[in-house]
């Protein structure tokens, strides 16, 4: 497939968005030294010793990550020469000062113009849209994911890797009631984008975890869950950014998982 070198971020703000924008800014900066990626805990990347663990970036003396990764793969970002990103945000004050991508346009998925604009001159396009803590019925995702798709197909870009939920692989009846709203305006979102005829990666993780690290090393299962019951938001960010070196999983429903130690 093409290099996707111009990508647009929907959601960057949110958990997995703020994971993700964070490793598509590292893989522009992979040819200098390795850093922490974890940013999102304070961290500078640069802290004198605390008495902590060592980090695997040299630089960083703060965290902790598994031991026996060795330097580089698997916990860089995907390779590639580095991604231009554009966000579209709401309030770009939620954007961490040391995460700023090359352009912010501030808007509203909702707002088809402001979509147009963000789409305008990229080569994918990668969707974390989500509503938080509220969980009422809600059509913002499937009527944001309306918008996107209008907008690639006028800008003829075909690459959308979407975030959605394992729910949408599990029997219905077993999702919790409370989640239900939720999970039926990411089933309108699936179908969006499976009738867009784009090639797309619908990516449906279970619980995503704040608190675990990146490892890039998870399972991957297509078109069925298995395994664990739980994803870090960094590696999850990971493999967003995999799906734009690859059309493997164009098409394919894809659920990710890892058995974590506990934290
Ligand atoms: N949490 C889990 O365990 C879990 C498990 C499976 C699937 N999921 C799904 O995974 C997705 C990502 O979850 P998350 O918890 O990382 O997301 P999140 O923290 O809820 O973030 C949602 C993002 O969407 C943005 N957004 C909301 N409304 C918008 C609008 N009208 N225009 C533009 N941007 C808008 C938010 O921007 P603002 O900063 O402006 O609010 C934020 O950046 C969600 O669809 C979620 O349901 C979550």
């Known amino acids: 497939m093409a290099a996707c070198k111009n990508i647009v971020i929907f959601g960057a703000t949110g958990m997995t968005g703020l994971a993700t ?5 590292q893989a522009g900066k992979r040819r200098g030294a390795p850093r922490c990626l974890g940013t999102d805990r304070g961290c500078t990347g640069g802290a004198e010793p605390e ?5 695997r970036f040299q ?8 031991l026996g990764v060795s330097a580089g793969d698997p916990l860089s970002p995907p390779r590639t020469s580095g991604y231009q990103v554009t966000v579209l945000v709401r309030d770009p004050a939620r954007l961490p000062p040391e995460h700023r991508p090359a ?15 963000a789409i305008q001159g990229q080569d994918a396009v990668i969707v974390i849209l989500g509503t938080r803590n509220d969980l009422s019925p809600t059509t913002m995702m499937s009527e944001g994911t309306r918008n996107i798709v209008a907008a690639m197909k006028a800008h003829g870009i075909r690459k959308v890797v979407v975030c959605l939920s394992a729910f949408l692989m599990w029997d219905l009846k077993k999702v919790p009631p409370r989640l239900l709203p939720v999970t039926e305006d990411h089933i309108r979102m699936h179908q969006i984008l499976q009738e867009s005829g784009l090639d797309c990666v619908s990516v449906m993780p279970p619980h995503i975890a704040d608190d675990q690290p990146l490892t890039g090393d998870y399972t991957v299962t297509v078109n069925t869950s298995g395994g664990a019951r739980v994803i870090s938001k960094h590696d999850l960010g990971h493999f967003f950014l995999k799906c734009l070196t690859t059309s493997e999983y164009d098409g394919q429903s894809v659920y990710l998982s890892r058995n974590y130690a506990k934290v």
């Open 21 to 25: 924008l964070a490793q598509a800014l």
């Open 51 to 55: 008495g902590g663990t060592r980090c």
């Open 59 to 66: 630089s960083c003396l703060r965290h902790s990550l598994p």
């Open 103 to 117: 352009r912010v346009v501030v808007g509203d998925v909702l707002n088809p113009p402001d979509v147009d604009k």
